[in-house]
């Protein structure tokens, strides 16, 4: 159940601008069919939205991992990163090389061969992405992995926020400046939608960024890192 609000809740996010110019449609004493519209437009494609918005975090990640200079799991086990003290690090690689029955690197053969390394360092999140899928004994993982996969979709997302917001910008400006100028009062609902849409504009252009999933992704990274401890 919980990891699908890293899905859902993105759409939700993406689709409210846009539901809010639906509901601005309609007049005050039909406001509520305009809310129960906007919400069948949600619900009857958010199964759809949700796996859409999922692939395209996923197909974005990559590319997303490759600038960053690897998946941050895989970034903490090398001993030239600074994310983990060296203690640590020694401590979480002691542990992963029994439980992989390999020998992990030290930093002169990290050194030497980087690539042999890194999938030395594969092997080991993968062997903890494995064996950390019980939420009850690893609820703090699960915790940020759900948090990291509602940034990451909510980042793939970000060209259809920004349009859908951008469209319930001005569309519920139009309607706010149309129904103010026929009867001289401010329409509380499509006001209302100007506020939230333009919002949500501002936090998509200025906080939707890679360095804002990157946050998620190394939290979630140091919380399976720290799963050594458990297993």
Request: proline share 6%; hydrophobic share 45%.
């Amino acid at each position: 159940m919980y990891p699908t609000l890293a899905r859902r809740i993105p759409v939700v996010l993406v689709a409210l601008p846009f539901c809010l110019l639906i509901a601005s449609l309609f007049s005050p004493t039909l406001w509520t069919e305009g809310v129960l519209a906007s919400s069948m437009v949600v619900l009857g494609v958010g199964f759809f939205l949700s796996e859409l918005g999922r692939d395209l975090g996923y197909k974005k990640q990559p590319a997303l991992w490759r600038s960053w200079g690897g998946a941050p799991t895989m970034q903490m086990l090398r001993h030239r990163n600074p994310l983990l003290d060296p203690a640590t690090r020694l401590r979480y690689h002691t542990k992963l090389a029994t439980r992989i029955a390999a020998k992990l690197p030290t930093a002169d053969e990290e050194e030497l061969d980087p690539d042999a390394a890194d999938s030395v360092y594969d092997s080991c999140v993968k062997h903890l992405l494995e064996h950390t899928r019980d939420a009850k004994k690893f609820p703090l993982v699960l915790q940020e992995n759900i948090s990291y996969g509602f940034r990451r979709n909510l980042w793939g997302m970000k060209p259809a926020g920004i349009l859908l917001s951008f469209i319930g910008t001005a569309g519920c400006g139009a309607i706010t400046a149309y129904r103010w100028t026929n009867s001289g009062e401010l329409p509380a609902i499509p006001f209302a939608g100007v506020l939230v849409s333009a919002l949500f504009l501002s936090l998509w252009v200025f906080r939707i960024k890679p360095d804002w999933v990157r946050l998620g992704a190394e939290a979630y990274a140091k919380r399976l890192l720290a799963s050594c401890e458990l297993l």
